[in-house]
């Protein structure tokens, strides 16, 4: 299965980053190949509704589980729609949490937390 | 004539000017564009009470007709929409309702419908005419409510007092836009000069005639919006004084010009001199 | 490292006199002014000539005309749902009004000409203060939208630049904006602790009830304090109520003092001067700090599940 954690910088020993959708980058850890890689977070720059699209991003890389420490209503409600499954991470490091959760020990995420639509408007 | 009363800083008394200015007035209409935060009905507690909700228009997407182009969400700006497990999600609350998505749809399959995000409270108390307008928690932007707030002022004949919400970003230019004088409210610190500043800038911007009250002034204290008046030769109206009685009057949301003969006498002036300001000013030519 | 935001709701309340006197308190490393619109701490930091970094923020891009290519179909104008764009003869032909215009880009699509093209544009200002402890704040352009995209960046620049520094940060003070709107939900994310500064007035009451509600939205603590106390005892009375109705903790009460506009008129804090608004802010930002560091009681957490009392 693929897997995504939204991170601080693009390798291996990178910390998670505190933001869901405006992420610097996704780690993208695929199970079965056991290769890391990593994607830009275009919906970083967003004015507004980054959420939206950094969970459109994400479910367009065919992710199965999501990592994060929060998750907005929007994008919450794309990743659902997607049949994704969304867990907390418990640890600073992306290493830790990929080894958390493929022991199990990672609980699912269910509180979402309302949008900060930062939209520039005029 | 229509006068919006505004200040860079909140809580210099943009509200309790604009209410008991109208108040004072023979006739005055009162319109509350602090959509966020608005306070003029807690004063004028209004009666004959009308509600309007104010709407703006999301996207509706006919699935049957959609056939998964993408190209409403590539051209979304505001990222409104996304395209999950063959069928497209609108996010109302990121909406600009720019009608944009509809348009670029190649099998018209996007139609519009309209969801309420604020509302517009009306009614009066003895000689004013009061409108509020009332932005719901959550929700992005107020400038539709704005818009529908102002589009209560009357013709040309009766006074309207705009109370604008404070700053100076896009709420506050939507506010002032058709407003034929601004009032700004400027409050005796440096905090306050600093912002005084800053909306003057905007009033110049838009080439608004324009004029100051001092609020809150301390007798025998150094004044630093005043000093910034007299530097930049902007006409002071009038001082109003700090007073611990205006103060527990006005924080009970009571009326200065009803509860005392002398806040009545001392409004009554301020109307006059703004009112003759604004007439000397506002040219039967000038522009906008 | 912890993160208090100061809100209010209603402005002139004393949020920025607040969180100026934490930061001297704390003597914290790391602040920030998010009232990005009319952003004042500065003023009464003891910032030197410093010059801060500064960054260009770029809001949505803004449509421009081209009037060469332009053959006046109008069509831009009539779909245009933001009275941006005009056909005004004394700026040669049609113009977008930059500062009604919303980035849409729907006249780009519409245009058949292709005279019309999205541009960036600039929104405000980012600035960073660096000698003895980090300082983030911006400055929005004018008339511009209230972004929560920038607030978010000038905490993304705090805290970029407080993991550059050698020592750890325990704690972060955030100077907040008035309202409800987008910079305060910006700013709300990711912090520890909110300490609404209530102003004991009618106004000051309904605007402390809807940044109550807004701060539930995002499941965050909330802690409560009233300045100017002694304005009203009545309208006093009414928030300890409403507090203890919502279980939120309740920091106590600051009096009036005129000793604030001159400290501040002075560019200080009030709290570097003795006198009675100082000693109350202290005893607040005492249990503020047990409440950050030690976390917020249990029962007094049950607030999110109470509906506002309206």
Request: glycine share 8%; net charge negative.
């Amino acid at each position: 299965m693929k897997i995504a954690i939204p991170v601080d910088e693009n390798h291996a020993g990178t910390a998670v980053c505190a933001s869901l959708a405006r992420a610097p980058y996704y780690l993208i850890m695929d199970t079965v190949s056991n290769e890391m890689t990593f994607i830009e977070n275009t919906a970083a720059d967003s004015q507004g509704g980054a959420g939206v699209k950094a969970a459109q991003l994400i479910a367009d890389q065919k992710i199965e589980a999501l990592l994060t420490p929060r998750c907005g209503q929007n994008a919450a409600e794309v990743l659902t729609a997607a049949k994704m499954e969304i867990y907390k991470t418990e640890y600073p490091s992306a290493k830790e949490n990929l080894i958390a959760f493929s022991s199990g020990l990672l609980a699912a995420l269910n509180e979402f937390h309302a949008g900060f639509h930062g939209h520039g408007g005029h | 004539m229509k006068i919006a009363v505004l200040s860079g800083k909140g809580g210099t008394g943009k509200t309790m000017v604009s209410v008991n200015l109208a108040t004072a007035a023979q006739r005055a209409v009162y319109l509350d564009c602090d959509v966020e935060e608005p306070n003029g009905h807690l004063y004028f507690k209004p009666e004959n009470l009308t509600e309007e909700p104010v709407n703006v228009k999301i996207p509706k997407i006919d699935h049957e007709a959609c056939t998964g182009c993408r190209q409403c969400v590539d051209f979304c700006k505001f990222n409104a929409l996304a395209y999950i497990n063959k069928k497209i999600m609108v996010f109302d609350d990121v909406c600009h309702s720019c009608g944009g998505c509809a348009i670029v749809c190649p099998e018209g399959a996007i139609s519009e419908w309209d969801k309420t995000i604020g509302m517009l409270l009306s009614g009066t108390s003895e000689s004013v005419e009061v409108h509020s307008g009332f932005l719901k928690p959550g929700q992005a932007s107020g400038v539709p409510i704005i818009k529908e707030v102002l589009a209560k002022a009357p013709g040309e004949g009766t006074l309207t007092l705009i109370d604008c919400p404070p700053g100076s970003a896009c709420v506050v230019m939507e506010s002032i836009k058709d407003a034929d004088y601004c009032l700004m409210v400027a409050e005796p610190t440096l905090f306050g000069a600093h912002n005084l500043a800053m909306v003057y800038e905007l009033v110049r911007l838009f080439g608004k005639p324009h004029g100051v009250v001092l609020n809150k002034c301390l007798e025998g204290a150094p004044n630093p919006s005043e000093t910034f008046c007299i530097e930049q030769g902007i006409p002071v109206l009038g001082e109003i004084p700090f007073d611990l009685e205006l103060g527990a009057i006005n924080s009970n949301g009571e009326i200065l010009v009803r509860a005392q003969a002398y806040f009545a006498a001392l409004f009554s002036e301020l109307l006059l001199k703004v009112k003759e300001a604004a007439a000397r000013e506002t040219a039967p030519d000038s522009q906008r | 490292m912890k993160q208090l935001l100061i809100l209010s709701g209603k402005g002139g309340t004393g949020k920025t006199t607040v969180a100026g006197a934490f930061v001297a308190l704390s003597k914290a490393k790391a602040f920030s002014d998010c009232d990005v619109d009319a952003p004042n701490l500065h003023l009464i930091l003891q910032h030197s000539d410093e010059q801060p970094v500064l960054t260009p923020y770029f809001g949505l891009d803004k449509a421009v005309i081209d009037t060469d290519t332009c053959i006046d179909c109008d069509l831009c104008r009539e779909s245009c749902r933001f009275d941006a764009i005009e056909n005004l003869m004394e700026k040669g032909g049609y113009v977008v009004d930059p500062f009604a215009c919303e980035g849409c880009s729907v006249c780009e699509a519409v245009c058949p000409v292709g005279a019309i093209k999205m541009q960036p544009a600039v929104a405000g200002e980012l600035k960073l203060y660096k000698e003895g402890a980090v300082f983030s704040t911006a400055q929005l352009k004018m008339g511009s939208g209230t972004s929560g995209k920038l607030v978010s960046e000038v905490k993304k620049q705090l805290k970029q630049e407080v993991q550059l520094l050698p020592e750890v940060v325990d704690l972060a003070i955030i100077d907040g904006s008035p309202g409800i709107g987008c910079p305060v939900i910006a700013s709300i994310s990711g912090v520890d602790l909110v300490l609404i500064v209530a102003e004991p007035s009618v106004s000051g009451v309904s605007d402390m009830k809807r940044i109550i509600e807004t701060a539930r939205q995002f499941q965050t603590e909330v802690v409560v304090c009233v300045n100017k106390y002694d304005t009203n005892r009545g309208q006093t009375r009414e928030i300890e109520k409403l507090c203890e109705e919502l279980q939120l903790p309740f920091a106590g009460v600051i009096p009036f003092d005129g000793m604030v506009v001159e400290a501040t008129n002075q560019g200080q804090s009030v709290v570097a001067f003795p006198c009675s608004s100082g000693k109350a802010i202290k005893e607040v930002y005492a249990k503020v700090m047990k409440l950050l560091f030690e976390g917020v009681p249990k029962q007094a957490s049950k607030f999110h599940n109470i509906p506002v009392v309206d």
